[in-house]
């Protein structure tokens, strides 16, 4: 018991110095431009975008500071605009959703990087992802008059977050939060491999796989990083892409493997918590939920189908185009 507890801090240890190696230079860079303004520059220039997809201009800038800053950043904006928006349910919805599929990218996508994939192409992914699925729900609602109802604000408190975390006052909560976040990110690196460990040595791993096999069939995923890809989906893309940064160490998992797997876990992860906060807000959860992870697995499945011939050998291909 003694050899297991010091064997799962060191893992631990490895895994969080690896994690943070990622995490804390995104984090310091984002906290500056946050600093200076770039959030508002950026929601500024995504004005006309929200226009096209059928959002008010206050949605550029709570999606802009959900996608560089995080999601708890974005309900703060939402707070501070809360006076003024004027939204209906389904745009509400819309907007939670594309948060949902962009949020948090500088620190989440160089995680992605660090795991093995392309960190372009997961990003377009999600960004393309939010704005298509965004675009879908506003006008089927508006064809339709589905979800048309207009969204009560009233209930959320006033106050201008981003005055109140600017300045010198700024940077010492988002230190004290960042202290606190590794402090978490730790607790639950090791939780996370306690659980790994447990189903391993029960079997849960094995007969998880095989309850999984039907989704992994239509998405073209590796049965191999089925469980932690599961637990990313679950919990988050965090710890879900610091557990596949230690996975593909130990067992080098092709490039096409670690591409549908970090695609899946960038389109939808944290599906309890984030989901969780969105409807919180008064999002649908048809829209959030349902429909974001049938989207999901339905642009895994054409990925698997388009990079088929990733990890095939030489001789393989030879032979299918003969």
């Not at 996608?67 to 509400?92: C, E, H």
């Not at 607790?187 to 309850?211: C, S």
């Not at 998992?253 to 969780?276: M, V």
Request: net charge neutral.
């Amino acid at each position: 018991m003694r050899h297991y507890f010091l064997n799962l801090i060191n893992r631990s240890q490895k895994l969080f110095v690896t994690l943070m190696k990622v995490m804390l230079p995104v984090m310091v860079i984002v906290r500056i431009a946050q600093e200076f303004g770039a959030i508002e520059v950026v929601s500024e220039m995504l004005t006309p975008v929200m226009s096209l997809i059928g959002l008010p201009p206050e949605a550029g800038l709570i999606w802009a500071t959900c996608a560089l800053v995080s999601m708890y950043g974005a309900v703060g904006a939402f707070i501070g605009l809360a006076g003024t928006l004027d939204m209906t349910a389904a745009q509400l919805s819309a907007l939670c959703a594309m948060m949902l599929f962009a949020h948090g990218l500088p620190v989440e996508q160089a995680i992605v990087k660090r795991a093995g994939a392309s960190l372009i192409a997961t990003t377009a992914l999600r960004i393309g992802a939010a704005v298509g699925y965004g675009a879908l729900v506003t006008w089927v609602s508006n064809a339709t008059g589905w979800l048309s109802e207009p969204v009560d604000f009233s209930w959320m408190a006033g106050g201008d977050v981003a005055s109140a975390a600017t300045g010198l006052a700024g940077w010492g909560e988002w230190l004290i939060q960042t202290l606190k976040s590794l402090v978490v990110s730790f607790v639950v690196i090791t939780g996370l491999l306690v659980i790994l460990d447990a189903m391993k040595v029960t079997g849960l791993t094995d007969k998880f796989t095989l309850a999984m096999l039907p989704i992994l069939r239509v998405s073209g995923l590796s049965r191999d990083v089925a469980p932690v890809t599961t637990i990313g989906v679950l919990l988050g893309l965090t710890f879900g892409g610091a557990l596949i940064i230690d996975e593909a160490r130990r067992n080098n998992y092709p490039p096409r493997t670690l591409f549908l797997s970090l695609s899946w876990l960038s389109l939808s992860h944290s599906l309890i918590e984030d989901t969780a906060i969105m409807l919180a807000l008064g999002a649908d959860i048809w829209v959030i939920l349902v429909g974001r992870v049938i989207l999901t697995l339905i642009i895994i499945a054409l990925l698997a189908r388009l990079t088929l011939r990733w990890d095939r050998k030489p001789d393989q291909l030879a032979t299918d185009t003969a």
